[in-house]
């Protein structure tokens, strides 16, 4: 079965923390997401990476930044986290339809 | 990519064929139209996918209008676990895919 796993379902940072994001996936997959989900927003394209080391900026890259050393591992950094980047994040892979994980509720308090 | 636009909510009986449309006007020739479900508190999921053909699947039916510009698709006997957010995007299928969601539309399946 396909899976793409997400380092932790549940997270609380304090305000001005760097946070680390972790999503890995076993589909041997070129392009891996990340999105942010709030109520009445659906979801939001922050970053994308179409191969290792290449990244793309999505709709609301900023206050994010990410890494993608080996082709399995995306991850998901906020430099300060801050109280508006509480929200509910979900990694993709994709080759064709795309995968999710279940996603990391972070809590920025 | 093209934008897709959904209706917000809609609503469908239990045991009713839930239809769910989706305009994608400015598609491309090359783009296919793909479909998933969110249900509460989960991931989304694939349901299915199409270029210009009808497609089916053990999920749902998909409906593509001959001009391509837009899609319906259809669950045939909706239970409540069909209840759920839908949303409709147009991708490419391999490649290089930036695949970006809308709001989608919410499905709320009626006893």
């Known amino acids: 079965d396909v899976k793409v796993t997400q380092s932790s379902r549940y997270l609380v940072k304090r305000t001005g923390e760097k946070v680390f994001l972790e999503c890995v996936q076993d589909?041997?997959?070129?392009?891996m997401f990340w999105y942010r989900q709030d109520p009445g927003l659906g979801l939001r394209l922050i970053y994308f990476?179409?191969?290792?080391?290449?990244?793309e900026k999505g709709d609301i890259p900023e206050g994010y930044s990410v890494s993608r050393e080996k082709k399995e591992r995306f991850s998901l950094i906020l430099e300060s986290a801050s109280t508006n980047q509480t929200s509910m994040y979900l990694c993709?892979?994709?080759?064709?339809?795309?995968?999710f994980g279940q996603g990391t509720r972070l809590t920025v308090v | 990519d093209a934008k897709t636009t959904q209706p917000p909510s809609m609503d469908c009986a239990e045991g009713r064929a839930a239809n769910l449309p989706c305009n994608h006007s400015?598609?491309?020739?090359?783009?296919?139209v793909y479909w998933y479900r969110q249900i509460h508190s989960q991931g989304p999921q694939y349901i299915i996918h199409g270029l210009k053909n009808n497609e089916t699947n053990e999920m749902a039916s998909l409906i593509i209008t001959e001009d391509r510009k837009s899609s319906t698709l259809i669950l045939p006997h909706a239970t409540l676990r069909d209840t759920a957010v839908y949303y409709c995007?147009?991708?490419?299928?391999?490649?290089?895919?930036?695949?970006?969601f809308g709001i989608g539309t919410k499905l709320q399946v009626i006893p």
């Open positions: 589909m041997d997959h070129e392009n």
């Open positions: 400015t598609i491309s020739g090359n783009e296919y």
């Open positions: 993709a892979s994709s080759l064709t339809e795309a995968f």
């Open positions: 990476s179409y191969d290792v080391k290449m990244k």
């Open positions: 995007i147009a991708g490419y299928s391999g490649g290089y895919q930036k695949v970006t």
